[in-house]
């Protein structure tokens, strides 16, 4: 079965460059989270989309901006990347925007500051 | 005070055993439940979910819901050495929209 996917899967920047994370939901699903996971940490959410809408944010920051495409697919942007923002980021996709959908998670991005 | 929280373990179990894993969650109008298992720098995948009392089945696995109670656990029958992963359990908090909260993972070791 089709998963999602995320590309690049790692990405290597310097402090105050910038990056963008591409996200590919699974077919059919409408709805795309992205969630933060710094070492040893559990996954923190950032922001998600519906229908194209941004539908909920996070703790997300004003560095960051997220957007959803016709196609479905999510894209990322982190601009003046700091040394804290190195993490792994997940994107995640649903059927709908109902909490009661399942959540699915693409493979991540590992992203280094340095 | 977290609102989802778990053990952190490590949890350690003989292979064939059944390992058990809990969760608590602080907001009592909660609806969906999720348990997922992590592999060391992989992604979650879903196991689970559970949005009704009681208990749900699947393969090895089995989900168990009390709301009163705010507790919700995952019971993995005939653990093998590759189950060894940290599992997370996520809950939709109530007027948090749809995104997942999760709790900081129990790390579960299956042993020879």
């Known amino acids: 079965a089709a998963g999602v996917i995320q590309s690049p899967r790692h990405l290597i920047k310097e402090k105050r460059e910038t990056a963008t994370l591409k996200c590919y939901p699974i077919?059919?699903?409408?709805?795309v989270y992205w969630y933060q996971q710094g070492p040893g940490q559990d996954p923190q959410f950032l922001i998600s989309f519906y229908e194209k809408m941004q539908s909920d944010k996070g703790s997300i920051p004003d560095r960051f901006s997220a957007q959803q495409f016709s196609d479905y697919h999510s894209e990322l942007n982190m601009s003046s990347l700091e040394l804290g923002d190195s993490a792994l980021y997940f994107c995640a996709s649903s059927l709908g925007a109902d909490p009661f959908y399942e959540q699915y998670f693409g493979p991540g991005t590992r992203l280094t500051v340095t | 005070q977290k609102e989802v929280e778990q053990n952190s373990g490590p949890l350690s179990v003989p292979e064939g055993a059944i390992a058990s894993l809990n969760c608590t969650y602080s907001?009592?109008?909660?609806?969906?439940f999720f348990w997922y298992r992590q592999y060391s720098g992989k992604s979650p995948e879903l196991i689970m979910s559970i949005y009704s009392n009681g208990d749900k089945e699947d393969g090895r696995f089995t989900a168990q819901l009390n709301k009163a109670s705010q507790y919700v656990s995952l019971l993995i029958r005939d653990s093998q050495p590759s189950d060894s992963a940290t599992y997370l359990c996520a809950v939709v908090l109530t007027g948090g929209g749809n995104k997942l909260t999760f709790g900081t993972g129990t790390q579960l070791k299956v042993e020879l």
């Open positions: 907001d009592r109008g909660s609806q969906s």
């Open positions: 077919p059919r699903h409408d709805t």
